[in-house]
């Protein structure tokens, strides 16, 4: 049987359409409690996690990223496709519009953020290629492939949240090199990398940062351009895995 591939979705990806042989299980490991959906996508083994839960009740800088991601180690999977809904600093590229990250720029406070925390256990790793090249390749092609647009680099910048961020954090991001900024996307990559899994991430734009342009960011019309991108992005998704489990790139 192919190796089981890790999803992680956010805001508004809450179950993963098609999954079949569907069992949900709630995994206890000594970081916490994390809910994995498993079964198969076009026989490919899967395990999904949505972050924010299936009733979005958890707000990104209380999710359990650690509990997550050693849950997925723990069922051995080596390579996660992640989904990150951001706000675009970029003006021509709107709601609607995907990114495959290639860097992050972190401004949390407080989150845990390490597996290495304990003494005795210093470890510096390295994360230089924290976006695994070979995952981020196969999310180009499978849009490709799908005939669907995304832009092939993008830094994010992870803020805490919930709220959203000032114009003047966003001019300050922009000045710093990032294109998109969300809530969700650290430590999740960085804790993928210390547990040895192979992370890639597409981002998905809901709305323009604050001060990209003269609109406020409206949730209401956040929700209405996610709904949008669903089914496009689950297609990329469903064809990298493919690609991945088949060798194809």
């Known amino acids: 049987m192919a190796p089981m591939i890790g999803i992680i979705a956010g805001s508004g990806y809450y179950e993963l359409p098609g999954l079949l042989q569907r069992k949900d299980e709630v995994f206890t490991n000594e970081y916490g409690q994390a809910t994995v959906s498993m079964g198969t996508w076009d026989s ?4 999904f996690v949505a972050r924010h839960g299936g009733d979005h009740s958890i707000p990104p800088n209380a999710i359990n990223y650690r509990a997550n991601i050693k849950s997925l180690a723990d069922l051995g999977v080596e390579s996660v496709f992640a989904v990150n809904v951001v706000g675009s600093m970029v003006p021509e590229r709107g709601p609607g519009s995907l990114f495959v990250v290639d860097d992050f720029i972190e401004f949390t406070q407080g989150r845990q953020c390490t597996f290495f925390d304990r003494p005795g256990e210093v470890t510096h790793t390295d994360m230089t290629s924290v976006y695994d090249p070979e995952l981020r390749a196969i999310l180009i092609r499978a849009a490709e492939l799908e005939g669907q647009e995304v832009t092939n680099t993008a830094t994010y910048v992870c803020t ?13 991001f922009t000045q710093l090199g990032a294109q998109v900024v969300g809530m969700t996307g650290y430590p999740e990559v960085a804790l993928a990398r210390e547990a040895g899994i192979r992370y890639a991430s597409i ?17 209401k019309e956040i929700w209405q351009a996610l709904e949008l991108t669903k089914d496009p992005v689950f297609r990329i998704l469903r064809r990298a895995s493919q690609l991945h489990t088949s060798g194809e790139c």
């Open 160 to 172: 805490d949240g919930p709220r959203f961020e000032t114009p003047a954090e966003i001019r300050m």
């Open 44 to 47: 490919i083994p899967i395990a």
């Open 203 to 219: 981002a998905v734009v809901s709305n323009f940062a604050a001060g990209t342009t003269d609109e406020i960011v409206e949730e």
